[in-house]
């Protein structure tokens, strides 16, 4: 199979978003370098939202927790960065990540409860704990955790908040992919029952999906503190975006399709998307409906060409 | 014969797989009692047993995809703590099974590299099983089925077991797959190895097969070796008590019925496998269908159940002209459609009673209150007229297979059968129930219903169906009389090989 063919609906995605930059600078003639870095910046925490979403979706799950546990992250960092240096902190933040999806993972494959339930469960579990933490917005980031996402790196209009995000989720995920551990992770969530019977831990990859969620979970709160500069306890519209930017992002919910970087690409042409009805002046209201139109469209779109890809040989 | 003998004598003190006095149960219901069985070196064993004996918990017991409640499993005189099917291969036991267990959406390659399996010895043993064209990189939801067993069963080759387990691998596999999955099993035996062999086809059993344990309601019952005419001797153990060998259901033939034909069938042409098939369909007549594996057989069935719409050709039913656009024209046109594989068929988690009496329900003009009084009688006449096992029937899912498959046919009796589609309905189920299915369906046909049959079984033919047409390569390529279907004329038909006297 071509790569061309493996790779068809990222590649669409990549199509659609050049488009749409490209309506962007048609309406906006002066939408440029500091307008792309605004826009990577703002896109940080749904892109890492989004990452974390992904990974459970393949698996064949779902968990909806992620905007709570992005919000205990982004409390715990704030808080620690009070009294010690910020690596440490971000180090330890992400440790509470990765155990905040791991209980997830835990709780999901020991109790055999659903995954939507337990993960509804743990959203207002991590949301309280978010609270106990720091009950009112406050604390400190480290001053380098700001300029990290400002500005852009080596040349003009490469925004750096874009190339973390890309190193991050490269970092994480490649290795992943071509490990066992990602080859096991796509195949339970392909068939479970056939996973098990080749050999696969099932339960095992089912809980290290989730904790690499939270690991991801764990970066975008980093993300909100340094965007906002003090921890947010309450958390923010991070996590029905994330589905909708895995469904748009080429992810097939119930597991075994798709990749990180489609979903990703689909942040930024929800993001992209937005800026243009903003900047045509259009009611925010009607602002949701257009992007609810277009990921139905997408996605009904893309199914369309697949099925015909897949016809009579 | 003499190489199986050789190989007996030699292995006679090796055990590779021991288990003895396996018991299980799942709540109050005791699936296994006391279940044994050995295995040598370099011996085939048959694992037989009517459905609902526990092969199937047996087997997962013996494969570790579940822990028994008592008794031990040593493979290879070590006690095996088999507590996943990776701990079991590890040990040396691989099983293939009926459904493969590949993942669909990961290629070929990946699915090797899941298990850690050589591409090289697969790549050997795919060739020798046939498929030496087999591309790494095609995607296992691709596949045709038959394919998708033969890679998996070369992976597990490839993983040199010291005990391979084939579970009712050769069910609806082409006749030419068959005899190289037996030769290949057979080679394994010689070579030192141990096999287990599911099946329900005696002719596979007494061709491969050195010696056949029984199971029956959970024990088991005999272990003796394979001889000629020993189908009856396992027969009388799987069931408990001698029952009647088969019968033949034309010692004569019959006339051919006269008057309009129920079903006429011409130059019907489907995509992508069916390009011209025709033929008549009268009532009180079975007519068998016979073809190898993808000669079209499963878009006419599609097409006559109305889930496909044909390329081209006419369906006459009495005479009138029909097209379908949803299943539900062609159940309102009296055509009903039993699939090959229950799961399509069956809404596993709910009770055996909403199964059968779906079909008063479906259409939407009948949405309104159930008719529970109606409906109950419809289903007891059902459930009394297939000797449906009532045990379980909270969920059809815990119903034995071969109980599912009545549940299957039984639906569509109660409301009076015109024409039924019967596709592979005796598919891995047991002796047992399959000498029922027969009988019903003979005297379905005496009442006067039209019956298809696709079976991929051609001993079947003779015993359920007074005629059967061939199809090869997408044609209707010959018609057979059941007096004159022997299962060589079948295969060389299905082959495509008509002979001169095949011009019936």
Redesign the interface.
């Known amino acids: 199979?071509s790569f061309v063919r493996r790779n068809a609906w990222t590649l669409g995605l990549v199509a659609l978003m050049v488009v749409l930059l490209g309506v962007t600078r048609l309406i906006q003639p002066n939408f440029g370098v500091s307008g792309l870095e605004s826009l990577a910046r703002a896109a940080l925490p749904f892109a890492f939202a989004t990452a974390a979403m992904a990974v459970v979706v393949i698996v064949g799950g779902i968990d909806l927790s992620v905007a709570s546990m992005m919000a205990v992250c982004s409390v715990t960092a704030a808080v620690l960065m009070q009294t010690m240096g910020g690596v440490p902190a971000i180090l330890i933040t992400l440790a509470v990540g990765t155990l905040m999806g791991l209980i997830n993972g835990v709780l999901i494959v020991v109790t055999r409860v659903p995954d939507i339930v337990v993960t509804l469960a743990m959203l207002f579990v991590w949301e309280g704990t978010a609270l106990l933490i720091l009950n009112t917005p406050g604390g400190t980031a480290a001053p380098f955790l700001r300029e990290a996402i400002v500005g852009s790196v080596l040349i003009d209009g490469l925004p750096k908040a874009l190339i973390l995000m890309a190193i991050i989720v490269a970092v994480i995920w490649v290795p992943l992919k071509r490990s066992?551990l990602g080859?096991?992770i796509?195949?339970t969530?392909?068939?479970e029952?056939?996973?098990?019977?080749?050999?696969?831990?099932v339960g095992r990859t089912k809980a290290a999906a989730y904790a690499v969620c939270g690991l991801f979970s764990a970066f975008g709160g980093l993300s909100l503190l340094s965007l906002t500069g003090i921890g947010e306890p309450v958390p923010g519209p991070y996590l029905l975006a994330a589905v909708a930017a895995v469904v748009l992002g080429g992810v097939v919910l119930g597991g075994?399709?798709g990749g990180i970087l489609g979903p990703i690409i689909a942040v930024f042409i929800l993001r992209i998307i937005r800026t243009i009805l903003t900047l045509a002046a259009v009611d925010p209201n009607v602002t949701t409906i257009v992007e609810g139109t277009i990921m139905v469209g997408v996605v009904m779109f893309g199914a369309f060409l697949m099925m015909r890809g897949r016809g009579?040989? | 014969m003499t190489s199986k003998n050789d190989a007996m004598s030699t292995g006679m003190t090796d055990t590779l797989l021991d288990a003895q006095n396996v018991a299980k149960s799942f709540g109050a219901v005791r699936a296994l009692t006391d279940a044994s069985l050995t295995v040598r070196r370099g011996e085939v064993v048959a694992l037989m047993g009517a459905n609902g004996a526990g092969k199937s918990t047996f087997v997962k017991i013996l494969t570790g995809a579940i822990r028994p409640d008592a008794g031990r499993v040593t493979i290879r005189g070590t006690e095996a703590r088999v507590g996943s099917p990776a701990e079991a291969r590890r040990s040396g036991l691989v099983p293939v099974y009926q459904e493969p267990s590949l993942i669909p959406d990961l290629d070929v390659a990946d699915n090797l590299r899941l298990g850690d399996t050589d591409a090289e010895t697969f790549r050997h043993w795919a060739a020798e099983l046939s498929h030496p064209e087999l591309r790494l990189d095609a995607m296992i939801r691709d596949l045709p089925l038959a394919t998708l067993r033969i890679i998996d069963l070369a992976r597990a080759l490839a993983s040199t077991p010291d005990v391979l387990l084939l579970d009712e691998l050769t069910a609806a596999l082409p006749t030419d797959l068959v005899e190289r999955v037996l030769r290949v099993a057979r080679q394994q035996a010689e070579d030192g190895r141990g096999v287990i062999y599911i099946s329900h086809r005696f002719a596979e059993i007494a061709e491969l097969c050195d010696r056949a344990t029984v199971l029956r309601d959970g024990r088991s019952v005999g272990d003796l070796d394979i001889a000629p005419g020993i189908e009856d001797r396992v027969v009388e153990m799987m069931l408990g008590a001698r029952i009647d060998l088969g019968q033949r259901a034309a010692e004569t033939a019959r006339p051919k019925p006269g008057g309009a034909p129920r079903l006429r069938v011409q130059n019907l042409a489907a995509a992508p496998k069916l390009t011209d098939a025709s033929f008549e369909l009268h009532p009180g007549e079975v007519l068998g269908v016979v073809a190898l594996e993808g000669q079209g057989q499963d878009e006419l069935f599609e097409v006559l159940a109305g889930m496909r719409k044909p390329a081209a050709g006419t369906v006459e039913i009495d005479g009138t002209p029909a097209r379908f656009s949803h299943p539900a024209d062609a159940i309102a046109a009296g055509l009903k459609f039993v699939p090959g594989n229950r799961a399509e068929a069956l809404f596993r988690e709910r009770s055996l009673r909403e199964n059968i009496a779906m079909p008063f329900s479906a259409r939407a003009r009948s949405w309104g209150p159930l008719r529970l009084r109606h409906e109950k009688a419809r289903v007891a006449e059902a459930v009394e007229r297939l000797q449906i096992d009532t045990r379980a029937q909270g969920e059809v899912q815990r119903l034995s297979g071969g109980n599912q498959q009545k549940v299957t046919i039984g639906r569509w009796l109660a409301h009076g059968v015109e024409t039924l589609l019967l596709f592979d309905p005796t598919r891995g189920i047991d002796v047992r129930t399959k000498r029922q299915i027969y009988p019903l369906v003979r005297e379905l046909a005496e009442q006067g219903a039209a019956i298809l049959y696709y079976t991929s079984e051609l001993a079947e033919v003779p015993l359920a169906c007074d005629r059967a047409v061939v199809i090869f390569n997408g044609r209707v390529v010959d018609i057979v009389e059941a007096v004159d279907a022997t299962e060589e004329r079948l295969m060389r038909a299905a082959y495509g090989l008509t002979s001169a006297e095949g011009a019936a």
């Open positions: 199979m066992k080859l096991a796509y195949a969530g392909s068939d029952n056939a996973a098990f019977r080749s050999g696969v831990a075994g399709i009579p040989t």
